[in-house]
């Protein structure tokens, strides 16, 4: 009858750990985990649009260098 007693006792401790620790900290990790993927590829996503927006505006702009853009140096004693 103890023997019995000890093997629920067990068996319900055991329950209790996979139930309240294990499978909690299982679904913790995998939300986590699909959040760090999307918030990784969201990042991606930004970084590209901004490689093409730094590209169009660079192919765009004017690549001239004439005198009106140079200041001329004065050497300050």
Known sequence: MIKFLLELFAY???YKI???FIIP???ASKQ???KMNA???QMQQHEQAHQQATKQQA???P???SDKDYIDFEEIK
């Open 12 to 14: 319900y401790i055991l």
């Open 32 to 34: 986590m985990s699909k």
């Open 39 to 41: 918030f990784q590829q």
């Open 18 to 20: 996979v139930f309240d």
């Open 59 to 61: 192919s765009s702009a």
């Open 25 to 27: 900290v299982y679904r």
């Open 63 to 65: 690549k001239s260098t």
